[in-house]
């Protein structure tokens, strides 16, 4: 499920780019609408530990991720210089399981 996110992000990021040029509100557009549909979800126990969570229609999609690779990821940065949310995100090696799916999620209803 981890790729899927950087496949995910790669396509949307695309394709709102070549929404820029056709229509001005493609940011507004995300951060109304696709960036309020995701959450970042801390897990309860292992403090290090964090999730990106969202949901397209009847699909859900979730990354897990650490804090310190992003903080040194961040401050390794130059001052003006950019950089990918995937590149950001690195996704955690370990498989998506049904305890992630949970944290992430909820429990089943």
Do not use: I
């Amino acid at each position: 499920m981890q790729w899927k996110f950087v496949a995910v992000l790669s396509l949307t990021l695309a394709s709102a780019a070549s929404a820029q040029t056709t229509s001005p509100n493609w940011l507004q557009e995300f951060l109304l609408v696709g960036a309020t549909q995701t959450k970042v979800v801390r897990h309860p126990l292992d403090r290090t530990r964090y999730y990106l969570c969202w949901q397209e229609g009847t699909s859900r999609y979730g990354l897990a991720f650490r804090r310190g690779t992003l903080d040194g990821k961040l401050k390794a940065m130059k001052p003006g210089s950019s950089a990918s949310l995937s590149t950001m995100v690195s996704a955690s090696q370990s498989r998506w399981t049904a305890a992630d799916e949970r944290v992430c999620w909820g429990a089943p209803t």
